[in-house]
């Protein structure tokens, strides 16, 4: 069982930044895929950001491409989300999943979910 606890969400005026972390409880972070989802009030949760492995490759959804960055540190067991040029349409609770293998990311059926962490962006 793989325990994950995300940090760093918070109020941030639309323009800021945040980053989010993710922290494994396991050695065996570095096999798992990792991903970002998020859920606003009201709506079902959506995909957000993939990254694999050995972080040689990410994916992101088209809504935050070019203005969010997954990464991961395998030797810290953290995973982590930049996001710049926040929108009041980031608002929503942000979770952060492991899977063993990217696509199950995309299929949003990750074998590992975090408790969530809030992101508020105000206008």
């Known amino acids: 069982q793989v325990q994950l606890v995300e940090s760093g969400g918070g109020l941030v005026q639309a323009g800021g930044s945040l980053r989010l972390s993710c922290a494994a409880s396991?050695?065996?972070?570095?096999?798992?895929?990792m991903g970002w989802f998020r859920q606003a009030p009201g709506k079902e949760r959506e995909f957000v950001a993939a990254?694999?492995?050995?972080?040689?490759?990410?994916r992101y959804s088209v809504a935050v491409n070019g203005r969010f960055t997954i990464s991961r540190d395998n030797a810290k067991n953290t995973a982590y989300l930049q996001m710049n040029s926040l929108k009041p349409d980031d608002t929503a609770v942000y979770y952060c999943?492991?899977?063993?293998?990217?696509?199950?990311?995309?299929?949003?059926?990750?074998?590992?979910w975090g408790q969530g962490t809030q992101v508020t962006v105000s206008s």
């Open positions: 396991e050695r065996t972070f570095s096999t798992y895929a």
């Open positions: 990254i694999t492995r050995g972080g040689d490759s990410t």
């Open positions: 999943a492991a899977a063993d293998a990217v696509v199950e990311v995309l299929r949003m059926s990750p074998r590992y």
